[in-house]
């Protein structure tokens, strides 16, 4: 009996293969067209100016040229909007995190007076664009004094109501009856806050971490409102500068492209796995 099952057991997964082959063949030609995209601005990179031109389409170059990327730091202070960039983008991450958590695990736990109706008006401003709340950012921060400075941009991305939704749901998963042993041993809303929710909620709060990196790297359009001098001027802004009035230094722009994304790349295979399980786990318990 045990024998006759062993052959059955082992044409399964093979069975399965086949029987999947279509779905992989589709997801494996959306991932090459995902990447097409990619592979040319790399390849962009590597040629030089007239190459660019004569063979446009061609992945490969006939003429690499990495002195493209030396020449980048030397058309403009690429690294000091590395730097800004990165300012920015931690500041805003670390707010984000922490404010978010902690108004996620007030809606999740706590027990107020009017706090349903809070958290849905809160939750009801993600309907708004971000362009419309872009004039009244901008005349309060010309109030407090801070166009062209970059708590300009830190502040306004500190509070998310996206990542408080999504912290929120996280918790509402976790099992009440870890604070409840807590509460017996006299720990406090902070204790259980910080020794009980959040070493439990690594995932969602990876998850939430990568959204906040991915845009405050790839905003363009509140730096070009608030940020006016060059040595405030974030990655996005100085790619801008490689795209003249009269012509486009499209392997220069490709250089700087290349580099600006791979902070990007490399903290989303760093946090892959956190990132797959917070998108997992994240329940839409209400």
């Known amino acids: 009996m045990i024998t006759e099952s062993i052959p059955e057991l082992y044409s399964k997964p093979s069975h399965r293969i086949w029987s999947n082959l279509p779905a992989y063949l589709i997801l494996g030609l959306g991932a090459l067209i995902m990447l097409i995209p990619l592979l040319w601005s790399l390849s962009t990179s590597l040629k030089t100016y007239s190459e660019v031109f004569t063979n446009p389409f061609g992945?490969?170059?006939n003429q690499w040229?990495?002195?493209n990327f030396i020449e980048v730091f030397k058309v403009v202070p690429f690294h000091l909007y590395f730097l800004n960039t990165l300012k920015i983008t931690v500041a805003c991450t670390v707010g984000t995190l922490g404010t978010s958590a902690m108004a996620a695990?007030?809606?999740a736990r706590l027990r107020f007076p009017g706090?349903?109706?809070l958290f849905w008006g809160y939750l009801a401003t993600l309907m708004i664009p971000r362009q419309i709340t872009l004039v009244p950012t901008f005349v309060l921060m010309k109030y407090l004094g801070l166009l062209d400075n970059?708590?300009?941009l830190i502040l306004p991305g500190m509070?998310?109501?996206?990542?408080t939704f999504l912290l929120r749901q996280f918790f509402l998963t976790l099992p009440v009856e870890l604070e409840e042993a807590a509460v017996i041993d006299g720990c406090g809303y902070l204790r259980r806050f910080f020794q009980i929710i959040l070493p439990l909620s690594k995932p969602a709060l990876a998850t939430l971490g990568i959204f906040t990196i991915m845009a405050q790297w790839n905003d363009f359009l509140y730096p070009m409102i608030f940020i006016n001098s060059d040595h405030n001027?974030?990655?996005t802004l100085g790619l801008a500068i490689?795209?003249?009035d009269a012509d486009v230094q499209w392997n220069l722009l490709m250089a700087a492209t290349t580099l600006a994304s791979l902070p990007m790349v490399l903290a989303f295979l760093s946090a892959q796995r956190f990132f797959v399980e917070g998108i997992a786990m994240t329940g839409i318990k209400g």
């Open 59 to 61: 992945l490969l170059p």
């Open 65 to 67: 040229s990495f002195q």
């Open 105 to 107: 695990y007030a809606f």
């Open 115 to 117: 706090r349903d109706f």
């Open 150 to 152: 970059h708590l300009s």
């Open 159 to 163: 509070f998310s109501a996206y990542g």
């Open 233 to 235: 001027r974030t990655l």
């Open 242 to 244: 490689f795209r003249g």
